[in-house]
């Protein structure tokens, strides 16, 4: 029985790395979902071909969430993996975050994801099967400057998904997150090149990550029967 994989955020960067992975097996059904990247959605199925679908949803709207998760069960029956991907971020002193920044930034990266598993959880409960991928941040695990909102929200990720694969795990649901160091996509863009060089030269790998490091590790993880509630980073060494 082929496996229903709903990725959010899936159009561009590290969502679009994982669809161009996890398409290859054709045993795989993706639903990508993507918000404001409409052009790169229609590219990306007209690339991929017949094993995806794209479906517009905004993640911090519920209803919108609702409505793409019950689509997917009431065509597919099931929804086996959750890749709770999309995600914003922002460089900004801590004085200077506003209570807006702070909510926008909680909810895209972190409610988000309360909301995607809230409507999946009752068919993975009864499926006794599931396996849900949260997209941390090494700043979720060791604290980022100047991205304090983003680091709590990223730290929020790790907690949420470790009491989840407690809670899940006697009704075989795995819970994992996959906290990425540096990667090159849209989200790094206004990085210098003297920024990005420092980041090389303070990485044992000496190179800052491509979406295929990440798409690697989730698929690893969806194959995967006996991990559950672990943080995976991939980051060059960066953080150990
Ligand atoms: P990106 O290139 O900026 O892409 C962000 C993605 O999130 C886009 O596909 C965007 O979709 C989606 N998104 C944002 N807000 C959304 C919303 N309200 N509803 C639906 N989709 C929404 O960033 P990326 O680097 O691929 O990041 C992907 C994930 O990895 C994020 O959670 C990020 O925090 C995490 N991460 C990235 C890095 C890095 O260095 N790049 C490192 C660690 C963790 P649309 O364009 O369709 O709106």
């Not at 955020?9 to 790395?17: E, K, T």
């Not at 996890?22 to 990508?32: G, Q």
């Not at 998904?161 to 160091?181: D, M, T």
């Amino acid at each position: 029985m082929k496996k229903v994989i709903l990725i959010t955020g899936a159009a561009r960067g590290i969502g679009r790395g994982m669809v161009e992975e996890l398409s290859k097996n054709r045993e795989y059904i993706i639903i990508a979902n993507y918000n404001k990247s409409e052009e790169e959605a229609i590219k990306l199925k007209k690339r991929i071909g017949e094993n995806i679908e794209i479906y517009k949803a905004d993640v911090t709207n519920k209803i919108e969430i609702e409505d793409m998760i019950n689509y997917i069960i009431d065509k597919y029956g099931k929804i086996d993996v959750l890749i709770n991907n999309a995600g914003i971020s922002q460089i900004k002193m801590f004085n200077d975050i506003t209570e807006q920044d702070w909510n926008n930034m909680i909810t895209t990266n972190l409610t988000s994801a309360f909301f995607t598993t809230k409507a999946v959880i009752s068919n993975m409960i009864h499926n006794k099967n599931g396996c849900i991928i949260n997209i941390s941040s090494i700043w979720g695990m060791v604290g980022g400057s100047c991205e304090v909102h983003y680091s709590a929200a990223k730290a929020g990720l790790i907690g949420m998904s470790k009491a989840l694969a407690k809670e899940l795990g006697p009704s075989n649901i795995r819970v994992n997150i996959v906290a990425p160091g540096d990667i090159d996509t849209d989200m790094n863009k206004e990085l210098s090149v003297e920024s990005i060089q420092e980041i090389k030269e303070g990485t044992p790998l000496r190179r800052i990550g491509k979406p295929i490091d990440i798409a690697r590790c989730v698929k690893w993880l969806i194959e995967d029967e006996f991990t559950t509630g672990q943080v995976v980073s991939p980051n060059g060494g960066w953080v150990i």
